[in-house]
């Protein structure tokens, strides 16, 4: 929109605004419904109403500058109704739904795309975030016109940016230079890159940019006076050899000639082009003539020749360029290209919706691999189907197959599409993953399967006495990564376990046998065993016993006989403790039954005696033993439906009393069913409690029997019925759950 007549600084009327732009839009001679445009339009008069803009201006008239640069881009019709709708969600009380019922869901969605763009938190970061947040906002758009849509407001925003504070201003350019411009770049919009990055810059480094100003404006008779004669030149030049084409004349924009007097360090007047030509031509095959011509017009500078309709840019960008030394002795650059180039150089993928494409799509396709292949695999269904499915098709795919989130400071983190929580966790760090006992995603609490959508700032919840991963995870955790260090954790954590337990074995084995404990810190005496073992440290032998590598029974004998074999008189008191401590234990024995596993078999010593798996019985339940054929005396409970079903009958006679020994050192593995009313956060919160609890818990696992409904079955070891009572019952307190039981019960 020409800002001639439409003064930005005075306070122009919105509706002679939109008048301007519906005259574009007939101008552009395409067929859009403007009736559909307007009543877009009046939408957005009526939401904005009293909204202002800082330079005083109603609020509506963003929309309609920021309407008519996507009208310039060549951007659809929906678009350009998007855009009049752009902040409407954001700013006003109206919904995607009121948006959809009047204008259909795929502008409520665009609207809606551009709503949650605006809501990221931008902070300046290190080049490699700054990447993943260009590429995050790709792949939250969805639909690439939401980020056509997006660049238009930010165009128009910069271009007032004049009225705004300067922090502000300050924030706004950063963000423009560090996201927006390169967005346009990959985009292939040479024009919107160019003024974005000019207007940024005149916020970020008045002074460079003044300077670049105020040397132009110097020159500019000079320069103005060059172009005009090498343009005639050129136009003579090319006619001469039977080449209609059209030159072009600018001065380069301001920030490429600021960035390279800063990459090269040299100063304004080192700078050698200046200005730039471009020719364009009907054809492929003229590229090259015209190129021929120029040379032999003009001097070529050498290695500044760059054939990138060979070899287009990976943002589809095709052109030769070359640098010529003109008669005054100025370097000039002169860029050839066809019109279809020219197009897509000037607007990216919106020229596809602008301009058709001809000889140029196919020239790129025959191109190398390169990121941009999803705009080829979109111009190939083009050229097969209309534009309206065109359009359709045109989503961005690019990354379908991953996710972006933010941590809660504001780091972009990139997962696999489809990761979790737990995901998230172990990207972080390991130690993270390890300590997590649940996850806040957008201040909500999440279970750890919930899939991350991108945008969604994830927070992890730790605790330095968390039971650390369950074995659940494995398949929830969708990346490699994640499911490797949960893996390391079982095999670490294992092995501190085996630590635990063997040594719990050895040394009730050493009081067994009255041997002294001493003898396993006694290196004499542990390392001949060691290295018979291949072993390196004591803590690895627990291990061995802890994983029956080695019974605890043969490796207190051998540090037995290893200790006879030394025979000092240190290790000899040891051993006479031990041999009597051994004969106490024998008499014992002999006055009291055997008691297996914690239980004693009336009349019967020494028998295998084994917990049944229907009900788990554990210290302190009433029990009964139930004489198995040949593999000992199975031990239920004496509510057990087993049991209460087959204790008359055929089987009575092998029922037998059983009892409790009365010291008890090992603990029981056992099982309990929680039915709940399913919901958020409901395993969590059932973890959480049994940890506080110390609990041991050996598997954990959740699933839904019908819509709302949800067992968690438990198992874990417990040393009494009393603990595990108590257990019970603060697990039933958790809020939805409706009923505990034990197995079997
Ligand atoms: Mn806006």
């Known amino acids: 929109m020409d800002n001639t007549i439409l003064k930005p600084n005075g306070v122009p009327d919105p509706d002679a605004l939109y008048s301007e732009l519906e005259a574009r839009i007939e101008a552009s001679g395409r067929t859009f419904d403007i009736g559909r445009i ?16 800082r330079d005083g201006s109603p609020y509506v008239t963003h929309c309609v500058y920021a309407a008519d640069i996507a009208l310039d881009m060549g951007l659809d019709e929906d678009s350009i109704v998007a855009t009049l709708l752009h902040d409407i969600i954001e700013d006003t009380a109206l919904t995607h739904e009121d948006i959809a019922r009047e204008f259909g869901s795929t502008v409520a969605d665009l609207v809606e795309g551009v709503t949650k763009l605006t809501r990221v938190q931008y902070t300046s970061k290190e080049d490699e975030q700054m990447e993943n947040m260009r590429k995050m906002l790709l792949a939250m758009a969805k639909d690439i016109r939401v980020i056509l849509i997006k660049i238009a407001d930010r165009l128009h925003n910069m271009r007032t940016m004049a009225y705004q504070s300067p922090e502000k201003q300050r924030i706004k350019s950063l963000e423009t230079m560090e996201i927006y411009a390169p967005l346009a770049h990959r985009l292939g919009m040479q024009r919107a890159k160019w003024e974005l990055e000019d207007l940024a810059l005149q916020y970020l480094d008045p002074t460079g940019y003044k300077e670049i100003m105020d040397t132009i404006e110097a020159k500019m008779p000079q320069l103005d006076q060059f172009m005009e004669t090498t343009k005639e030149k050129i136009e003579s030049g090319m006619k001469a050899e039977g ?27 080192g700078v050698f082009d ?61 860029q050839i290209r066809t019109w279809d180039m020219h197009y897509t150089a000037e607007y990216g993928v919106a020229a596809h919706w602008k301009y058709k494409m001809g000889d140029a799509v196919g020239s790129v396709r025959s191109g190398d691999e390169d990121k941009f292949a999803w705009i080829r695999r979109l111009l190939e269904t083009q050229q097969e189907s209309d534009a309206g499915d065109f359009i359709h098709d045109l989503k961005v795919d690019m990354f379908a197959d991953e996710v972006f989130v933010f941590s809660p400071k504001g780091d972009v983190i990139n997962l696999p599409n489809g990761a979790t929580p737990i995901d998230f966790a172990y990207s972080i760090h390991s130690d993270i993953g390890n300590h997590m006992i649940g996850a806040v995603v957008n201040g909500r609490i999440v279970n750890l399967n919930y899939i991350l959508q991108n945008g969604d700032i994830v927070e992890i919840r730790t605790s330095k006495s ?51 404990l001493d003898l396993l810190s006694d290196e004499a005496v542990y390392s001949p065993l060691l290295s018979k073992l291949s072993l390196q440290t004591v803590d690895d032998l627990y291990a061995c ?44 024995a002999k006055r009291e039954q055997h008691a297996i596993n914690g239980v004693l078999v009336e009349g019967i010593d020494n028998c295998l005696v084994k917990f049944s798996r229907c009900c788990m019985p554990v210290p302190g ?125």
């Open 243 to 269: 080449i209609s084409c059209t030159v072009q004349h600018r001065i380069k924009h301001i920030y490429s000639i600021y960035r390279k007097m800063y990459s090269q360090k040299v100063d304004l007047s």
């Open 38 to 53: 307007r009543a877009a339009y009046e939408m957005a008069k009526r939401a904005h109403e009293g909204q202002n803009r």
């Open 545 to 588: 016993v802890g994983y029956g590598g080695i019974t605890a029974t043969r490796a207190a004998h051998r540090l037995r006989d290893e200790a006879l074999h030394l025979g000092t008189s240190d290790r000899k008191t040891a051993i006479d403790k031990m041999t009597e401590a051994a004969e106490r234990r024998e008499q014992q």
């Open 621 to 745: 339940d009433p029990i009964v033993g139930f004489i198995t054929r040949g593999q000992g005396v199975s031990i239920h409970r004496k509510d057990c439906r087993n049991y209460l079903n087959q204790s008359a009958g055929d089987n009575e006679a092998r029922w037998i009393k059983v009892s409790w020994a009365s010291q008890i050192s090992n603990s029981y593995v056992t099982t309990f069913t929680i039915a709940a009313r399913d919901r958020n956060g409901l395993v969590l919160d059932i973890a959480t409690i049994l940890n506080a609890l110390n609990a041991k818990v050996r598997t954990l696992s959740a699933r839904t029997v019908s819509p709302g409904e949800a067992l968690v079955v438990v198992t874990l070891e417990v040393k009494s019925a009393t603990d595990l009572k108590y257990i019970i019952s603060r697990i039933a307190s958790v809020p939805g759950v409706t009923n505990v039981t034990r197995a079997g019960g």
């Open 274 to 334: 200046l200005c730039a030509f471009r020719v364009i031509v009907d054809s492929i095959q003229d590229c090259y003539n015209a190129l021929g011509i120029l040379h032999y017009m003009f001097k070529p500078v050498p290695g500044r020749f760059k054939d990138y309709i060979s070899t287009p840019k990976p943002n589809m960008y095709q052109s030769v360029h070359t640098t010529v030394i003109g008669t005054e002795g100025i370097p000039f650059e002169v």
């Open 466 to 516: 968390a039971p650390g991963p369950n074995r659940d995870w494995l398949n929830i955790a969708k990346s490699g990564s994640a499911r490797t260090k949960i893996k390391q954790w079982f095999k670490r954590e294992r092995r501190d376990e085996n630590i635990i337990r063997g040594r719990e074995m050895l040394e009730s084995e050493f009081k067994h046998n009255g041997m002294s």
